[in-house]
C-alpha cells in the first residue's frame, strides 16, 4: 500500500499510537465521525471518507499488517531523503565556505606581496562570499538535530579564515590611502620648496664666485638664511609616507644647518677673520656632504621599489 508524502499516517489522523488495539481505533474513529456530524464543513465529505479508509485498514489485521510495513518503508525513506539532503545543503555550505576562505587569502596575499597594489583586487573574496551565503542558507534550513558539530566547526573556520584575510587587506588597503594621502602631501611640499632652494642656493653660490667680502654678501646670506630656515619648517611640518619619515626629518635638519651657517655668514664683515670664514666653509662643505648621502640613500631605497 503506499503512502503519500503529504497525508500523515492514519495513526496520526486518529489520534492513536502504532500499537493501539482494535477498540482503541474504533473509539477514536466513532469521536472523530461525532465531530464531523456536529460541525460540518466543505471538506466534511472528504475527511470522512479517509477516516472511513483508516478504519478500514487498521481494523483488517492483514491490511493493517501491510500498512505497517509501508509505513515503516516509508519514514525509513523519508530519513534517508532527509539525511541525504542535509548532506548536500553541508556540502553546497562547504564549497561557498572554501571559495570564500581562498578569495581572501588570494586577495589578501595578491595585496602583500605587490606592495599594496592589487593583483585581483577583491574579486574572488566577493564571489566566495555569495557561495557561502547561498550554502549557509541552504544549511541553516536543515533542522538542528541533523547538523553535525564536526561541520559545524569546519564552516566557522572557513569563515574565520575569509574574515581575517578581508580584514587584512582592508586594514592594508586603509592604510595605503593613508599613505597615498602622505605621498601625495609630501610631493606637494616638494614642489612648493624647489623654488626657494633654488633661490638660496643661487645666492650662495653667488657669493662663493665674489673673490672678497662685499657688504652685498651679507645682505645675500640674510636672505638665503631666511629661505633656508621656511624650507626647514615646511619640511619638518610635512606628512610624508611613513618609508620616507627618516629622510623628512634628516632633510629638515639638514637646511636648519644651511639657514645657520647662511645666518652666521651674515654676521661676518670683510675685517673678519680668516679662521671665521673657513670655519663656516668647512661646515658648509659637511652640510652639502650629508645632504648628497641623504640624497643617494634615498635614491638607492626608493630604486628597490620600482
Known amino acids: 500500500m503506499a503512502l503519500s508524502r ?12 502504532p500499537n493501539a488495539t482494535e477498540m482503541e481505533i474504533r473509539s477514536a474513529y466513532g469521536r472523530d465521525v461525532l465531530r464531523l456530524q456536529e460541525a460540518p464543513n466543505a471538506k ?20 493493517r499488517a501491510e500498512y505497517d510495513a509501508a509505513l515503516a518503508a516509508y519514514v525509513q525513506d523519508a530519513a534517508a531523503v532527509s539525511v541525504d539532503e542535509s548532506d548536500q545543503a553541508f556540502t553546497a555550505a562547504r564549497n561557498g565556505g572554501i571559495a570564500f576562505a581562498a578569495g581572501g587569502l588570494i586577495t589578501a596575499a595578491s595585496y602583500a606581496f605587490s606592495d599594496g597594489t592589487y593583483l585581483l583586487a577583491w574579486g574572488p573574496l566577493i564571489f566566495g562570499g555569495i557561495a557561502l551565503a547561498v550554502g549557509l542558507v541552504k544549511y541553516l534550513r536543515v533542522p538542528a538535530g541533523r547538523r553535525r558539530p564536526v561541520h559545524l566547526m569546519l564552516l566557522g573556520g572557513l569563515v574565520a579564515a575569509g574574515v581575517l584575510s578581508a580584514g587584512f587587506v582592508a586594514v592594508s588597503e586603509g592604510i595605503g590611502s593613508q599613505e597615498a594621502g602622505a605621498r601625495s602631501d609630501w610631493n606637494a611640499m616638494i614642489d612648493s620648496t624647489n623654488k626657494k632652494i633654488e633661490q638660496a642656493d643661487a ?104
Open 44 to 63: 466534511t465529505a472528504e475527511f470522512r471518507t479517509t477516516l472511513d479508509a483508516a478504519l478500514a485498514t487498521l481494523t483488517d489485521p492483514t491490511k
Open 203 to 306: 645666492l650662495v653660490g653667488g657669493v662663493a664666485s665674489h673673490s672678497a667680502w662685499l657688504p652685498q654678501d651679507a645682505v645675500d646670506m640674510e636672505q638665503a638664511s631666511r629661505l633656508y630656515a621656511d624650507v626647514a619648517e615646511q619640511v619638518s611640518r610635512a606628512t610624508a609616507p611613513s618609508r620616507l619619515d627618516w629622510y623628512r626629518v634628516a632633510m629638515a635638519q639638514n637646511f636648519r644647518d644651511a639657514a645657520s651657517i647662511t645666518h652666521e655668514y651674515a654676521m661676518l664683515t670683510p675685517s673678519s677673520s680668516p679662521g671665521a670664514f673657513n670655519t663656516l666653509s668647512a661646515r658648509w662643505d659637511a652640510r652639502i656632504n650629508d645632504f648628497n648621502k641623504l640624497s643617494d640613500r634615498f635614491e638607492a631605497e626608493e630604486g628597490k621599489k620600482r
Open 6 to 17: 503529504a497525508v500523515s499516517s492514519y495513526y496520526d489522523l486518529l489520534g492513536v499510537p
